[in-house]
T-cell receptor, first 114, second 110 residues
Framework: AQKVTQAQTEISVVEKEDVTLDCVYE???????LFWYKQPPSGELVFLIR??????QNEISGRYSWNFQKSTSSFNFTITASQVVDSAVYFC???????????FGKGTLLTVNP | DGGITQSPKYLFRKEGQNVTLSCEQN?????MYWYRQDPGQGLRLIYY???????QKGDIAEGYSVSREKKESFPLTVTSAQKNPTAFYLC?????????FGPGTRLTVT
């Protein structure tokens, strides 16, 4: 069975600090997809990124970067120079093969203080 | 504007009443999903539908029912059999394996 663990329940940083959100996953499939979503206080989940299991290249998008390491079953998310608008709950999720159902972690609440 | 709409944003019901949550999308996505979110928890899948007139139970389907008569619409009924219905309900639709979410409905049952 697939499982996603986000061990950090809450993180609090001061603006401009860098912060890394951890995500560890479990799956028996060789083909799978990993996701990050952002949930601001309004409640709607916003899609940030999807990676497939065959692509371990790190990705950077502006202040966001993602580090995918199959050897440690991790897909960590780093925000560089955090801003108050980054305050949200961040979810990591996993889907296996052609089954597009998502399994979510419990989320990490990030608070960025001015 | 293309997107997913859920109405209403807040819903209040008395215990013992059935209530239907609306979800509409104009993205032409085939698949649609319903999730439940409780405080401090991740999202849990209630039902999903990959095509019109077909749907499958998710991990926590008991006490819920759905229909998919149109591609654009996937309403969720929370029945009186659902023991703890108070929660935040999120609808999603997907294309090419990526799910996009609506704004959610916060249901309170007293």
């Amino acid at each position: 069975a697939q499982k996603v663990t986000q061990a950090q329940t809450e993180i609090s940083v001061v603006e401009k600090e860098d912060v890394t959100l951890d995500c560890v996953y479990e799956t028996r499939d060789t083909t799978y997809y990993l996701f990050w979503y952002k949930q601001p206080p309004s409640g709607e989940l916003v899609f940030l990124i999807r990676r497939n299991s065959f692509d371990e290249q790190n990705e950077i998008s502006g202040r966001y970067s993602w580090n995918f390491q199959k050897s440690t079953s991790s897909f960590n998310f780093t925000i560089t120079a955090s801003q108050v608008v980054d305050s949200a709950v961040y979810f990591c999720a996993l889907s296996e093969g052609s089954n597009y159902k998502l399994t979510f972690g419990k989320g990490t609440l990030l608070t960025v203080n001015p | 504007d293309g997107g997913i709409t859920q109405s209403p944003k807040y819903l209040f019901r008395k215990e013992g009443q059935n209530v239907t949550l609306s979800c509409e999308q104009n993205l032409n996505h085939d698949a649609m999903y319903w999730y439940r979110q409780d405080p401090g928890q991740g999202l849990r899948l209630i039902y999903y539908s990959q095509i019109v007139n077909d749907f499958q139970k998710g991990d926590i389907a008991e006490g819920y029912s759905v229909s998919r008569e149109k591609k654009e619409s996937f309403p969720l009924t929370v029945t009186s059999a659902q023991k703890n219905p108070t929660a935040f309900y999120l609808c999603a639709s997907s294309i090419a394996g990526v799910e996009y979410f609506g704004p959610g409905t916060r249901l309170t049952v007293t």
